[in-house]
């Protein structure tokens, strides 16, 4: 059974093409492989899996001669792609093509001939988005930054104003459709002479014929050009995250708005920090004298370093939190937090000299001082017997 398209993206049939793009866009950043990074083998599959399912039905609803084939047939790839397609006679092999062909001649004049392409070809609709990647430091994305972006997009062509033609003179009313885009059209069929309207083979669709081409664009209405724009990127910002710049895609279609920029954020990492959330992590070394007798330490942020006071008889493992020193919050005025893991550095390389005096030292220490995990230990031990 083929797959339904809309229950992929979760939109109604009847949803516009920008409500569609919107469901899209939404799970596309859902399950987008960047965001299943750190999770386990089995999840990235999965995500993978469902990314690329919601791609390929966003390929279909967002292509109007794909559209309008899975919408009448139940497969994108129209009566003869193997889904829900009217093919009585059960695929295109043997003798009955011409049957088939004959079956879809009736079935298409019942529903009235013809695509939606053929319908909307003069129907204004929006331009294609662009996606683009852009590469932050770690301190951009926390602090946010104004990024100029020069990329190359597809603009009404200046010189036609989009017409395709090199003048007014030069675009003339079709003669085989009179400008309507469709056509009638008698064919002799099993069950007698149908009437079917299709769209004009002779202008497209478009009820116009261009007898000039326009110079710059070959008749295209379109060409290609280079652009710069300043981007205010927001504190916060995380790897993977999506930022759209709206209508600055390629430009519509038959005077419908320019589609929309897309920025995907590529964070380089921290030489210290790993960020989690809006928290920063990161592990500090402490010497063995410091955890024993205690310290006042300075440990760096995102701005200006900052003194933590170590407690005599740190343990190894000691997290520490340093509030309001983290990274922004996208959608509110607030930070998150920096949260220190202490590692004890045990000294190496010592001389026979402070060897000896150090073993002299902790025997005595440990015949006199408190160890509480130690003891802990042993009775757990004991309990063992």
Known sequence: MAKNYYEILGVDKNASADEIKSAYRRLAKKYHPDVYATASEEEKKKA????????YAYDVLSDPQKKAAFDQYGSEDGPMGG???????????????????????IFSAFSGGGTSSGRSANVARQGDDIE??????????????????????IEKCPTCNG??????????????????GRVVVQQRTMLGVMQTERVCDMCGGTGK????????????????????????????VDNGQMLTQQYEGNAGYNGGPNGNMILVFRVKPHPLFTRRGNDLLFDMPITLS????????????????????????????TL???????????RRNAYGDILITVKID????????????????????DRTAQYDEVEKYKKKLKSLD
């Open 48 to 55: 993978e899996a469902k990314f690329k399912e919601i791609q």
């Open 83 to 105: 889904g829900a397609g009217f093919n009585p006679f059960g695929g295109s092999g043997g003798g009955f093509g011409g049957f088939s062909d004959i079956f879809s001649d």
């Open 132 to 153: 683009i990647e852009m590469v932050l430091t770690f301190k951009e994305a926390c602090f946010g930054v104004k990024k100029e972006v020069v990329y190359s997009r």
């Open 163 to 180: 017409t395709g033609a090199r003048d007014a003179s030069s675009v003339k009313v079709c003669t085989k459709c009179g400008g309507r």
């Open 209 to 236: 014929i261009i007898m000039e081409s326009c110079p710059d664009c070959k008749g295209k209405g379109r060409v290609r050009k280079q652009r710069k724009v300043t981007i205010n990127i927001p504190a916060g």
């Open 290 to 317: 410091q955890a024993v007798f205690g310290a006042t330490v300075e440990i760096p942020t995102l701005d200006k370093p900052v003194n933590i006071e170590i407690p005599a008889g740190t343990k190894n493992g």
């Open 320 to 330: 520490f939190k340093v509030k309001g020193k983290g990274v922004k919050d996208l």
């Open 346 to 365: 045990v000294p190496k390389n010592l001389s026979l000299k402070q060897r000896r005096e150090m073993r002299e030292y902790f025997e005595e220490l």
